[in-house]
Structures are given as C-alpha cells and as structure tokens.
C-alpha cells in the first residue's frame, strides 16, 4: 500500500504547527517547542497522502488506480521557479493568500519541495511539507494556501475531475457552498468519531 502511516519518517513527508511571523514565508516557521501533526490528523481533515515513484509517473501503476479509482483525467505539469514563472515573487504571494476551491487540489510533487498550509478544525495553521514522490488532496472547501520553500524550486503534477477551474476564493467565505459542505463533513465525521481513509 503506497499509503504512508507517519508524515515524519522514512519517507520524508513532514506536518507541523505554525507559529505567526512576518519572516519570510518559505522558511518552516516552526513554533518552539516543534508541535509535529500526524497523518490521522490530517485524515481527520479530510487530506489524502500518498508516496508515489516520481521517477517513473508515466508508467506507475499505482498513480494510474488512483487516477481511474478518482476520476482525474485531466493532468498537466507545472514548473515553479523564479527563472520560469513571470512575476514570480507577485505570484508567490497570490498563491499564499488564503482562500477555498470550489473543487478538490490535487499536487503531486515531481521534483523539489513546497508547503501547503491548511487550517485545522481550530483554525489554527497546519504546514505541509510536500516533496519528491508526495501526493497529496486538499478537500473542496478547506482553507489553504501555498508556497516555496527556501529551495525556489517544485515540478508538481496537477489533477482535476473534468475540465479545471482554477478559481480561488478568498477568505472569508462560510457561506459558499463548497465551505458549508465542507464544515458539514467535518461536523459529521466527528459525530461518528471516524477518519478519512485515502484508500
């Protein structure tokens, strides 16, 4: 099962509490002590994670049931870095303002290293370290944002059910629909004391 049991371990995915700061965005921003999250936490939240061979996406196996199993037929491939993205530092900073979708996000990390940010049933910041081999969905609905690391540099592979809609919405945004169905679920998993299985 490609399904990993720990964020922090043998496969390098790590999950962490957020302190506030104006530094810079893309360091860990760890708070003190280092508050590390789990992956039942974050399936709680209702993000999936997997640990995929980037080396090989064109012919694995798993990426493939994943995709058939999800319905994601439409990929594309993205390139982020300061040499290759105009207004790069601009859009750094669009990308890290906080908002929803109406529709699922799902990365898959080639190449490089990044950190989603999604907040907890608190609404405290949760950071995702995603790198090589990590797949992860965000949740219609959930608020997030996200950004480089100090490296500049990620090839993540997007996913999508159907045509893509890009469309961000920023925060505040309880009543639309996509937010409502989303704090609806989370109520109910609670309710029912389960977890979200990515399998």
């Given amino acids: 099962m490609a399904c990993a049991e720990t964020l922090k371990g043998k496969l390098g995915m790590e999950a962490w509490y957020i302190q506030k700061s104006d530094e810079d965005q893309r360091l860990p921003h760890h708070c003190n002590p280092k508050q ?11 993000i999936l994670y997997w640990h995929l061979n980037p080396q090989d996406y064109e012919n694995d196996e798993e990426l493939r049931k994943i995709r058939e ?55 405290r910041w949760i950071r995702i370290w995603i ?28 996913l999508f059910i159907g045509e893509p809609v890009w469309t961000c919405y920023n925060r505040p945004q309880e009543e639309h629909p996509a937010r409502k169905q989303y704090v ?16």
């Avoid at 590390?36 to 209702?46: A, I, M, N, Q």
């Avoid at 390139?79 to 979708?101: G, R, S």
């Avoid at 609806?184 to 399998?199: C, F, K, P, W, Y």
């Fill in 131 to 158: 790198k090589e081999g990590d797949m992860i969905v965000l949740p219609a609905g959930i608020y997030h944002r996200f950004t480089l690391d100090t490296t500049n540099y990620i090839k993540l592979m997007r």
């Fill in 36 to 46: 590390y999250v789990s992956l039942d936490k974050l399936r709680e939240l209702g």
């Fill in 184 to 199: 609806d679920n989370l109520s109910r998993i609670e309710g029912q004391g389960m977890t979200v299985q990515a399998h």
């Fill in 69 to 123: 199993n999800r319905g994601y037929n439409y990929m594309d491939l993205l390139d982020l870095c300061p040499e290759k993205v105009e207004n790069y530092e601009q859009k750094l900073k669009n990308f890290f303002t906080e908002h929803i979708h109406a529709d699922e996000e799902i990365r898959y990390c080639l190449q490089g290293s990044g950190y989603f940010d999604v907040r907890d049933k608190n609404d």
